[in-house]
């Protein structure tokens, strides 16, 4: 069985000490930064054992999603990193990875650094305007606030908080600081159109991912009206308690 395979040659790498620094992308060689953010990343067991097999042992793209490779993963601001050892499933929801909040801000930084060499090639992705006419229409009844809800509460409050205020649980790790969407006077300026591409494909410059290969389009349409609703917290108040204006 291939998982067995590379997980026999990622203990026997460990085991030895003779895990060498990968092949990375670029001419130049790896930065102190990015020789410390390696040496952490060969030391500690989650990612020797798990991740091994991602950089060292196999060539690009052909893992078939065994574990990610992390040659092909987005490209991530050092913030979002952070953020991510501290506590993965604030930033993923679903991601099996503990936390290695354990670690020192110097060693969190180097780690990033030397993740942020291995995925140097992959091209930032550019935001693609979106017509009104593509986002999904919802209807404003309970059933769709709920809704919306729910994919707000599972992508989007480890960073923007439950109350959109930006306050998640790792909010304060990110520069900028997530968007405070009970801001009503930003939120009037801002069309629906800008915020479902910037939900489709992320903020450039920030640790706003895209959710374009996460969500569907309903699901980022439910969560563009689900948050609007914290700029109003009138509406927000009576969906709260279930009255809903015909």
């Not at 995925?119 to 593509?134: F, G, I, M, Q």
């Not at 917290?233 to 015909?246: D, K």
């Amino acid at each position: 069985m291939r998982w067995l395979f590379f997980l026999l040659v990622a203990a026997l790498g460990v085991v030895a000490g003779c895990l060498a620094p990968p092949n990375v992308p670029g001419d130049a060689p790896l930065t102190p930064v990015e020789e410390q953010g390696w040496r952490v990343f060969s030391r500690e067991p989650c990612y020797s054992a798990c991740h091994v097999t991602s950089v060292a042992v196999t060539k690009p793209g052909s893992l078939d999603g065994f574990v990610p490779d992390l040659r092909k993963t987005p490209r991530r601001t050092p913030d979002w990193y952070l953020a991510y050892f501290v506590d993965p499933r604030a930033v993923l929801p679903y991601s099996p990875m503990p936390s290695f909040g354990y670690l020192s801000r110097d060693d969190m930084k180097a780690l990033a650094a030397f993740l942020r060499r291995l995925n140097y090639e992959v091209p930032a992705p550019k935001l693609k305007p979106v017509a009104p006419e593509e986002i999904p229409r919802t209807a404003k009844d309970f059933a769709s606030y709920r809704a919306g809800r729910k994919v707000f509460d599972t992508y989007c409050a480890g960073c923007h908080g439950e109350t959109g205020s930006g306050g998640g649980s790792v909010g304060h790790l990110l520069s900028p600081e997530p968007r405070d969407f009970t801001d009503a006077i930003w939120m009037s300026k801002q069309t629906e159109s800008y915020l479902f591409s910037i939900i489709a494909g992320g903020k450039a410059n920030t640790a706003m991912p895209g959710f374009g290969n996460i969500l569907t389009p309903m699901q980022r349409a439910l969560a563009l009206r689900y948050l609007e609703y914290f700029a109003d917290p009138v509406a927000r108040e009576r969906m709260e308690l279930g009255f809903v204006t015909p």
